[in-house]
Each structure stands twice: as C-alpha cells, then as structure tokens.
C-alpha cells in the first residue's frame, strides 16, 4: 500500500478565480509548501479552464499536480462545449475531476457517462478522480451504501486491475457540500470510507484496491480537519473554500500532516 503512505491534499475551485487569482493563489501556495518534501504529500489543485494553461506554466508539476474539473469522453467530433482529452493534455493536466457531486446533480450526468469518462481518462494517461456522494435523501432511507458502492461499479466498470494503480476516489456527500452544507461527522466519514475502500478491493483485488487513495470532500475547515484526518480510512482530504486562500490552506496542510503520519506509523507497528 505505498500510495497511502502520502497524504493526498487538494482543492477545486469551482467556477471561482479568474486566471490572474489563480495563478497568484498557485504560486502562493507553492511558496508556502515548498518546503514539504512531496514523498509526504500529494498536492493538487483543480482550478476552471480556462486558467490551466497559465496555472500549469505558473508552478512546476513536482510541486502541485493540476487537473481538469470536467471533461468529455470523445478526442474530438460535434459536441459543443465540451472539452476533450487532447486540449486538456495540450493544457498540461495530470488529474480530471469525474463525477463531481454538481455535475451528477445539477448537470444530470450519470454513471453510465462518468464511467465513460474515467476510461477517457485511462486512455490518455491522466489519474481519474471519480467523486461519488449520496443525497441527503438517499441517506435518510438507509440505501447510502448501495448508492455508493453501484456509483463505483459502475463509474469503474471495464477498468482494469493495472489501470486502477493511477485512479483515485473522493467521497463527498451531497448533503455536505456547499454554502449550506453540514460536514460528515468524522465517524459517518469514516464508515463510509470502509465501505468504498471494501467495494475497490472487491473490484480490483485487496492489494490493489487496498492502495487506491480515498480522500474525504465535504465542508472541510480548520476546525474538523483534524479529526477526520485521524480516522483510519481517510487517506486525505479534497477542500473547498477553506482552501482557496493559500494561507489558509498551507495551515491545514501543516495541521494535518504529522497527524496523518502519526496514524500511518501506529497502523505499521499494529
């Protein structure tokens, strides 16, 4: 399980940030963590289209992995509006964001699409992130689980054992996103996350599925950052607003860090 051995700490900043306070935050946040040896953590930030290629040429790739928020699953042809996996490879992306909560519930994306994406993304040699989430009402009816476990089936349905090396997951609850979202208490969180690591190693076997990092999204902050990082199944966290001050966000990194390693020394020496 060498993967889980980092941290994985992110960012998407939504439709936020203009290029200009992108590529300031960028080079902020750099400045701030350069002096985190990146064998610790996995830094990555997606910010909107049209800054990657200006945030890409801000920051080295050793540094801060950048990735897409979205993206179609055909190279080219009549999709209007759609961006592809060349322009994104073009851009210098090393992530797309798949599934997010916004896009299956806003957007009406389903997993029959967002899987179609993740094979997209395999095919040109970028790390899936596939988002999955259930609803507030979804929860309320006990089927939470099952919501999540078909979203990976189906969202990871022809990958490959080899291909699953390069994917990641985040669960971000619907329910817990946003302006007026409510956090996951950091044992609802933690759960869950043995729920989808169970699924990933039921899909791709219990080494390769047991390596396949889980980042926990949901109305993250300084205030439960700590406790959800401390939780066994929690390999990292994917921020919203509270990371979209560089400041701020170089604050939890530092917060969470040497707890994220304390907890993977005691789990070794179990």
Known sequence: MERRKKIYLGTNTKMYKTTEQTVAFLKRLNELTQDISRDRMELFVIPSYTTLTAARESVPRESILLGAQNMGWEEQGQFTGEIS??????????????????????????????????????????????????????????????????????????????????????????????????????????????????TLAERFGAEIGGDIPVLYGGSVNPQNAEGLIRMPYIDGLFIGRSAWDADNFNSIIRTVLPLFEEKRKKEAAV
Not at 139 to 146: Q, S
Not at 176 to 196: C, F, L, R, T, W
Request: glycine share 8%; proline share 4%; aromatic share 8%.
């Open 85 to 198: 996996p060349l322009m994104l490879r073009e851009a210098g992306m090393d992530i797309v964001m798949v599934g997010h909560s916004e896009r299956r519930h806003v957007f009406r994306e389903t997993d029959a699409e967002e899987n179609k994406k993740v094979l997209c993304a395999l095919q040109h040699a970028f790390r899936p992130l596939l988002c999955v989430g259930e609803t507030a009402e979804e929860k309320d009816f006990g089927i939470a689980e099952e919501v999540l476990r078909t979203q990976l089936k189906v969202g990871f349905h022809g990958v490959t054992p080899e291909q699953a090396k390069t994917v990641w997951v985040a669960y971000e609850p619907v329910w817990a996103i946003g302006v007026n979202g409510v956090p996951a208490s950091k044992e609802y969180a933690d759960h869950i996350h043995k729920v989808i690591r169970d």
